[in-house]
């Protein structure tokens, strides 16, 4: 008996080391695919085929980003503990901003209304492309239980996360992760268009942020059919 059990312990630690070697890292699925998206996208700008470049990004992601797993990057700590992904132990919404890049109208109160609601269940982390004095500042406006984590790319540190996070794919970006680190989607937020009415913005972001949510497999604690749909549910 004692020799059968080892034999199953040594077959179950093999499977799971078969595993993790089978997980290709974010950064692998990334540049085996990048130099292509960016050909492609050039030339649907080059005719003019400006929906066509955006699905491009679509297609990316659903076709090779995701079922990948995030890298372990670094960041600058601002109000959390939280300075690399290796940390996160939830579900994770990571969102990438920039003082340069004006949130359209609602989209940062609506983030803070969506983490009262989940933050026991997924952690959001707002990732900052700018020098802590501006961090400082802006961190203000979000909800206390949002971890505030920034690179400055003036003090050439990071740059694996810079390159992974902000180069490749640009900015303004979510990214969907599962509490293993699996990338279960990543999209471009909402973009900040003068001919939409408040309430329309606002309820652009909550079906955007909602679909974040949506996209985590997690789990029987979240109802994807109480998700707001609009204001008139928010």
């Known amino acids: 008996?004692?020799?059968?059990?080892?034999?199953?312990?040594?077959?179950?630690?093999?499977?799971?080391?078969?595993?993790?070697?089978?997980?290709i890292l974010f950064s692998e699925a990334l540049n085996s695919t990048i130099n292509t998206y960016n050909s492609r996208v050039d030339a649907a700008l080059a005719s003019g085929e400006f929906e066509y470049a955006k699905s491009l990004f679509d297609s990316l992601v659903k076709e090779h980003l995701q079922g990948s797993y995030i890298d372990a990057l670094e960041f600058e700590r601002f109000n959390s503990g939280i300075a690399s992904t290796e940390e996160f132990d939830k579900p994770t919404i990571l969102l990438t901003y920039a003082s340069w890049c004006i949130p359209s109208e609602g989209e940062i109160p609506v983030l803070n209304k969506m983490v009262e609601r989940y933050s026991d269940l997924v952690d959001f982390v707002v990732l900052f492309w700018?020098?802590?004095?501006?961090?400082?500042?802006?961190a203000k406006s979000f909800d206390k239980n949002i971890h505030i984590v920034y690179v400055d790319e003036t003090k050439n540190k990071h740059m694996q996360t810079v390159n992974l996070l902000k180069h490749a794919l640009g900015l303004s970006l979510s990214f969907v992760?599962?509490?293993?680190g699996e990338i279960l989607d990543i999209n471009r937020r909402?973009?900040?268009?003068?001919?939409?009415?408040?309430?329309?913005?606002f309820n652009q972001n909550i079906t955007f942020l909602s679909r974040q949510i949506a996209a985590i497999n997690i789990d029987h604690n979240i109802n994807i059919n109480?998700?707001?749909?609009?204001?008139?549910?928010?």
Do not use: C, H, Y
């Open 1 to 23: 008996m004692p020799r059968t059990l080892l034999i199953l312990l040594f077959i179950s630690l093999w499977n799971l080391n078969a595993q993790e070697n089978e997980k």
């Open 177 to 180: 992760m599962g509490a293993d």
């Open 190 to 201: 909402p973009p900040n268009k003068m001919n939409l009415s408040e309430s329309q913005l």
């Open 130 to 138: 700018d020098s802590k004095d501006t961090v400082r500042k802006l």
């Open 226 to 234: 109480e998700l707001p749909e609009s204001l008139a549910t928010f």
